[in-house]
């Protein structure tokens, strides 16, 4: 049995039923075929085995009191996952389906995607099985500051630095962030995705989305192709979701379609994102409203039957695992060329396949989602000195990152003679963590 062969099953015996985290750990190991034919170094001191396995795992009880007065008790968790190349970063998320495999999925993957932005970032992720779906204001509350009392202790700007996700926005970063200042009475960039008033970097909200953008841009580029004119799909309605279709319809693009987790609406005049940010961000509704307001719109129950309508890009913004095999039979016969993944692993393993075997230009998560994460380090740079930076150069500088990591990738495709940009996205990240646990010994 090969070593990486050995990888694969240690792992799986390792962490039974945790089947995001293997769909996670697999896709890497299957990229790494050409890495560990290059650098034997690698294998001789089973860096692989140590990149699989976090560095820590955290997880903690969350009580909290509901306007009615009865106890409620959440799950919290926080995987620092590595930190070779800089401070744990990454993501806290909110929603009921949170588990340690969803955890770990993420956490893993941050730690590739924080190597490929080129800014010295550690990998992590963490996040609660809670709904803020229903809650009121002094309930979200509540859960975020019991949340933090616990994971304060395990956080510091130069240790592990959270942020967002889905179900946490601006709203629960205030929450999460002010009773971390409280409890460790000091003011410090130990969260990003903070609010303008208190440290927050212009164009971080708007990073994830943007970032996507651009780096789907620098691929069409390559093709000859553009934004300008071209019909697209972005699915969630969420913060990535929202300032992808901003960014696309500023290039020129149509967006036809948006959903959330009950249904999608399809709006053949375009959708007018004003309308979504009302309704999601203000008034946090439902995306079926929007029907209500613009009558040429039509909504329809089931956030997976967006993958049906026509388009030439489909760009996946709302969660994992959502582009199923025949979703992508549906895009690849309506006339989609170009799938840009802004959620993180929303295309299954088939349905990769079969969009790699059609010739879809297919720009991965891991790369293609980074915009957010390296806007987050621009935040804690910024935090360091103590000094805002204007839109136009945290923009500038987004732009920049994003059209680096496509041009990474596309000569790692060269370099390695790779066949997509999956693979040369796991590797670039890759061999950037290995060598630095490399030369920093067996620890
Ligand atoms: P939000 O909570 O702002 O939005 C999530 C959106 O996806 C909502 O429209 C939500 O619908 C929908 N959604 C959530 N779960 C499901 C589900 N199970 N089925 C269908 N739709 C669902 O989250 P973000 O926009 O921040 O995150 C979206 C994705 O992008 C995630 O995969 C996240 O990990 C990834 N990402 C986020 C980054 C960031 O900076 N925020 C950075 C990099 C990646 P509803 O309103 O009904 O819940």
Redesign the pocket.
């Known amino acids: 049995m090969s070593y990486l062969e050995r990888m694969r099953e240690i792992v799986k015996v390792r962490n039974p039923h945790e089947d995001e985290f293997l769909q996670a750990v697999t896709e890497v190991i299957e990229s790494l075929e050409p890495v560990f034919a290059r650098f034997p170094e690698f294998e001789e001191t089973n860096i692989l085995e140590r990149i699989i396995e976090p560095e820590r795992q955290i997880i903690f009880r969350v009580p909290w009191v509901d306007d009615q007065g009865r106890v409620h008790v959440n799950r919290g968790f926080r995987v620092q996952y590595n930190s070779a190349i800089g401070p744990y970063k990454g993501?806290i998320?909110f929603?009921p389906?949170v588990n340690l495999s969803i955890i770990k999925f993420?956490g893993f993957s941050q730690v590739f995607?924080n190597a490929l932005t080129g800014l010295p970032l550690g990998g992590g992720k963490g996040g609660a099985d809670f709904d803020p779906?229903g809650k009121s204001e002094m309930e979200i509350m509540r859960f975020c500051q019991s949340f933090m009392t616990e994971l304060y202790r395990h956080l510091g700007p130069d240790t592990d630095v959270p942020?967002?996700?889905?179900?946490?926005?601006a709203r629960e970063v205030g929450y999460l962030f002010g009773q971390y200042r409280r409890i460790c009475n000091e003011f410090t960039g130990v969260f990003t995705?903070k609010g303008l008033s208190y440290g927050g970097s212009l164009v971080?909200k708007e990073?994830?989305?943007f970032g996507l953008v651009y780096f789907v841009s620098e691929m069409l580029k390559a093709q000859n192709k553009s934004f300008d004119q071209a019909t697209v799909i972005v699915?969630?309605?969420?913060?990535?979701?929202?300032y992808a279709c901003q960014k696309a319809q500023e290039l020129g693009a149509k967006v036809v379609a948006?959903?959330?987790?009950?249904g999608f609406i399809y709006d053949p005049e375009g959708i007018k994102l004003d309308t979504v940010k009302e309704i999601?961000e203000v008034q946090r509704e439902?995306?079926k409203k929007y029907a209500d307001i613009h009558k040429g719109a039509r909504y329809t129950e089931g956030?997976?039957g967006i993958w049906q309508v026509p388009c030439d890009i489909a760009l996946p913004?709302?969660?994992?695992n959502?582009i199923y095999e025949e979703d992508a039979k549906a895009l690849i016969k309506n006339g989609c060329y170009c799938v840009g993944e802004?959620?993180?692993?929303?295309t299954t393993p088939s349905a990769i396949k079969l969009f790699l075997e059609n010739s879809i230009l297919f720009a991965p998560?891991k790369a293609a989602?980074?915009?957010?994460?390296a806007?987050?380090g621009l935040e804690m740079t910024q935090n360091s000195q103590r000094l805002p930076w204007s839109a136009e150069e945290v923009d500038s500088r987004l732009r920049t990152i994003m059209c680096n990591i496509y041009q990474d990738c596309a000569a790692a495709i060269d370099e390695y003679g790779l066949n997509s940009l999956v693979e040369a996205a796991n590797i670039v990240g890759f061999v950037k963590v290995a060598r630095a646990m490399l030369e920093q010994g067996v620890i």
Not at 163 to 169: E, F, K, L, M, R
Not at 258 to 262: C, I, K, R, T, W
Not at 317 to 320: D, M, R, S
Request: charged share 20%.
């Open positions: 993501g998320r929603h389906s993420l995607k779906k942020a967002g996700d889905i179900g946490v926005g995705g971080r990073a994830t989305g699915s969630g309605s969420g913060n990535v979701a929202t948006m959903s959330d987790s009950n999601k439902r995306i956030s997976r913004c709302a969660t994992q959502e802004g959620a993180n692993m929303p998560g989602n980074a915009g957010g994460v806007t987050s």
